[in-house]
């Protein structure tokens, strides 16, 4: 595990990393972005208008809770699911197929787009309970109880600022219909996310499989972190 503080000495721009929590500001029980916060209490009402009751069940996570996240699915204390949200037992995986199969649903530490505070995880709260959401395809497509919002978030996110970074076959993350994103200032941590800086994370970190993690960062960061649905023209609706 790396401190925040050992990490804070030698990272550039540790915000970029979930190593900084200085620009963030607490909404309920959540950290998120400054900026990003205005939008979204725009877009919830928005929402409401249209017959949505939007929630957040996850927004900034640090960088030692995706971490933690990480080496519970490498470890076999944490379910690790395929593309079809079938159980995969870690330990028949050769290192490189278990990265695989971890970053079909998890961001690898210090290349969550959580770390930024400008991404969210949402739901319909009229639609179901966050005790019962379990995050799956199946809850945001057609008779899903999240289908209804998903679509009006389509449609209308970009409006306030919010798009679907995770998109099928624009991305090369797993298709997150949950997960959206504030780009006016996303796309500014993105351009300003450096390669270096995460390798030096990773190599201080104890993270498994480390060695096979550092030989493939490269692809890793152009497949998960940089290769992400185009964002739309940005339309005010505020």
């Not at 306030?160 to 996303?186: D, K, M």
């Not at 270096?196 to 152009?222: C, F, M, Y």
Request: hydrophobic share 40%; proline share 5%; with cysteine.
């Amino acid at each position: 595990m790396l401190s925040n503080d050992d990490a804070d000495k030698v990272i550039a721009k540790p915000e970029l990393y979930g190593l900084s929590e200085t620009q963030l500001v607490n909404y309920e029980s959540f950290l998120m972005e400054r900026r990003t916060l205005e939008a979204f209490l725009n877009l919830k009402q928005g929402a409401l208008l249209a017959g949505f009751e939007l929630c957040i069940c996850s927004a900034y996570r640090n960088f030692d809770r995706q971490l933690a996240i990480w080496n519970a699915k490498a470890n076999g204390q944490r379910s690790l699911l395929d593309a079809n949200s079938q159980d995969i037992n870690p330990f028949s995986l050769t290192p490189d197929e278990l990265i695989d199969a971890i970053l079909l649903w998890s961001a690898l530490p210090g290349a969550s787009r959580h770390h930024w505070g400008t991404d969210l995880d949402v739901f319909d709260a009229k639609a179901i309970t966050k005790a019962e959401l379990q995050l799956v395809s199946h809850e945001y497509q057609l008779g899903g109880p999240c289908y209804a919002l998903h679509q009006w978030l389509m449609e209308n996110g970009p409006k306030y600022g919010f798009y679907f970074p995770f998109q099928a076959n624009l991305s090369g993350v797993s298709p997150e219909p949950w997960h959206i994103s504030y780009f006016p200032v996303a796309a500014t941590y993105l351009a300003n996310f450096d390669s270096h800086a995460l390798h030096q994370l990773i190599e201080q970190s104890d993270i498994n499989p480390k060695g096979a993690l550092l030989a493939r960062l490269t692809s890793i960061v152009d497949s998960h972190v940089r290769f992400v649905a185009p964002q739309p023209g940005l339309i005010h609706k505020i």
